[in-house]
């Protein structure tokens, strides 16, 4: 990409007679264009949604370590251990969407193009299922549709004996307690929210999310590097609030730092990662 100049009031031998040229209006290395590099500024001080390295004995909830082999996602459960700060908020800071109606799946480190969108997520994962061009996979077939869903299975699958979902005062299902949960739907639920569909709330799980672990119970094919990639997406462009406490702090948060760190790392970018670990 050529970076955009500076409009310059002086003439061009003016200029040349100094020996210098105008200077860009942004860091043309680091940042797609000025829109990005503000960007930048804007969420420097977020903090990160910190993945989890999942380390199990092995026999231990043997269920969930052989669905983990099954589906090939051992990748999602043991993310690099360190990531460096300042390359992932470049990463985000680039793939912040500046043209209405564009989804431009790419984000821009150090001088590199690195695309994000779901063959790019599947191949650096290592996901082996593989769709056809416009194919949903089974469980995003099954969400779009009105009668996609029962929850009345969903409960009695997720749920401890004799609990189920939390409801509205109209009786609609809405979210399952933690505390109502079986272990097993507690263990996918925080690898989802870590590793997966970043949250800091993990008191509950509401339905859609019950959808998915209900999904990944009973075997449904799930295009996991989709829901991430769209994920991605949603947190570049987020807009930036602040706290309402402490007003020198965002109470908004940004996802996947590890599997960025991997990601632009997949690519040869040359930026090792910082003694920032994990939770």
């Not at 460096?84 to 109606?101: K, M, Q, S």
């Not at 401890?160 to 639920?189: K, Y």
């Not at 602040?242 to 970018?269: C, F, I, K, M, W």
């Amino acid at each position: 990409m050529v970076p955009r100049k500076l409009s310059a009031k002086r003439s061009r031998m003016d200029a040349a007679a100094e020996g210098t040229s105008a200077a860009p209006e942004f860091d043309s290395h680091c940042f797609r264009s000025t829109e990005h590099q503000q960007r930048f500024e804007a969420i420097k001080g977020w903090p990160f949604h910190r993945e989890r390295r999942v380390q199990l004995r092995d026999d231990e909830y043997t269920d969930f370590q052989e669905e983990i082999a099954r589906r090939h996602w051992t990748s999602l459960v043991t993310p690099m251990a360190k990531f460096d700060p300042d390359i992932v908020l470049e990463f985000h800071a680039n793939a912040w969407p500046t043209e209405e109606g564009v989804r431009d799946m790419r984000s821009w480190v150090r001088g590199q193009w690195i695309p994000f969108d779901a063959d790019a997520l599947s191949q650096f994962l290592g996901d082996l299922l593989v769709l056809e061009e416009g194919q949903e996979c089974e469980f995003s077939q099954r969400r779009n549709r009105a009668d996609g869903f029962d929850e009345e299975a969903i409960a009695q699958l997720l749920c401890i004996p004799g609990q189920d979902f939390a409801r509205t005062a109209a009786g609609r299902q809405v979210r399952i307690m933690r505390t109502n949960m079986t272990t097993l739907t507690q263990i996918w639920m925080t690898l989802l929210l870590s590793n997966v569909l970043p949250s800091d709330h993990n008191s509950d799980l509401p339905l859609p999310k019950c959808q998915l672990v209900y999904a990944i119970l009973t075997r449904m094919r799930v295009h996991v590097a989709q829901l991430i990639a769209d994920t991605i997406y949603l947190f570049a462009g987020i807009v930036p609030t602040r706290h309402p406490v402490d007003p020198e702090n965002s109470n908004r948060a940004l996802g996947s730092p590890a599997l960025v760190t991997g990601l632009y790392q997949s690519y040869r970018v040359p930026v090792p990662p910082s003694k920032v670990t994990p939770s």
